[in-house]
């Protein structure tokens, strides 16, 4: 079994430790502290009255609701295109990972923007959306697509490489045995990616929840009708109710503190299991021979 030696001075690794955690103390913890002393700075009572006050509500249902169609959505994309992606070649295959790294390199803003061209009553679509009373731009649909928008790479993200490491053997020697294909993907292909399918709709979630840039540039701000958490929080503190931004953006900070605990324990999760792999390995190989 290798050791590692440490050829480091004693000072220079305390230094290096004392130097991160330092910037981790001022950049993090302490923001996050802040987070909560203010808002719970005029008491429990008024922290709860502005968490139920009815706008506040509707932000919480909104985010809620774009957050439980995004990520299913972003869930079978990212599952089909890394399907095609790594099992397949065809003409624009470099084309198709190009688009899903676009909401990376483009700003949310723009995104939002870009929304508003194709739906907005000026829009391509607009005029037959307003000719059929439909709306989609300062909307909830538009909230949706925005939010769709800046969080499908996610889960495609996460797969793509796993599902190209693993290779299609798995898969072939499956059909060949007489299973089709809906037998392999549930009983072959779904449970050697389902920890990197459960990472990328944590990332997801996180994003979903979190977003502001493109909401904001689709939702018109109307309240209690398109505001989500981060433009409710926008508002509040424009308006210069601290208490009360710093209330709802408290249960932001919690539902970070929730994805941040859900991806420790999956990766926890997949240490142990690797561990537990190459722990059994030897006993395979004796039993092999």
């Known amino acids: 079994m290798s050791v590692a030696v440490q050829t480091e001075p004693v000072w220079v690794r ?50 809620l609701i774009a957050t439980a169609i995004a990520v299913p959505v972003n869930a079978v994309f990212g599952l089909a295109a890394s399907w095609a992606i790594a ?30 061209l194709l739906f907005g009553a000026q829009g391509w679509f607009g005029p037959w959306l307003t000719a059929h009373n439909m709306r989609v731009v300062f909307a909830v649909p538009g909230i ?11 889960i495609a993200r996460e797969l793509i490489p796993l599902m190209q490491e693993q290779g299609s053997e798995e898969e072939q020697a499956a059909i060949i045995l007489g299973a089709n294909g809906w037998q392999t993907f549930w009983r072959v292909t779904l449970p050697k990616i389902k920890w990197g399918l459960l990472y990328g ?3 997801c979630n996180a994003r979903a929840i979190g977003e502001f840039g493109a ?35 408290s249960l932001l900070t919690l539902f970070a503190l929730f994805t941040i605990a859900a991806k420790n324990g999956l990766e926890w999760r997949l240490r142990r299991e690797h561990a537990r792999a190459l722990a059994e390995r030897p006993t395979e190989d004796v039993l092999g021979h």
Not at 27 to 50: D, N, Q, T
Not at 97 to 108: E, G, H, K, N, R
Not at 144 to 154: D, H, N
């Open 87 to 116: 099992r397949f070649d065809f003409a624009g295959k470099s084309l198709l990972l190009t688009l899903i790294d676009l909401p990376f390199a483009v700003s949310p803003v723009i995104s939002g923007l870009i929304y508003v």
């Open 14 to 63: 305390r230094a290096v430790i004392a130097i991160a955690l330092t910037f981790l103390a001022l950049v993090l913890v302490v923001p996050l502290a802040a987070v909560f002393v203010e808002a719970f700075r005029k008491g429990i009572g008024l922290y709860w009255a502005s968490i139920t006050e009815r706008a506040a509500l509707s932000a919480i249902r909104l985010t």
């Open 215 to 249: 909401v904001s540039v689709v939702s018109g701000h109307i309240r209690g009708r398109t505001n989500t958490m981060p433009l409710h929080v926008e508002i509040l503190y424009n308006e210069y109710n601290f208490a009360a931004s710093f209330a709802v953006a």
């Open 201 to 203: 709709l944590i990332l």
């Open 144 to 154: 949706v697509l925005a939010t769709i928008f800046v969080t499908f790479p996610f």
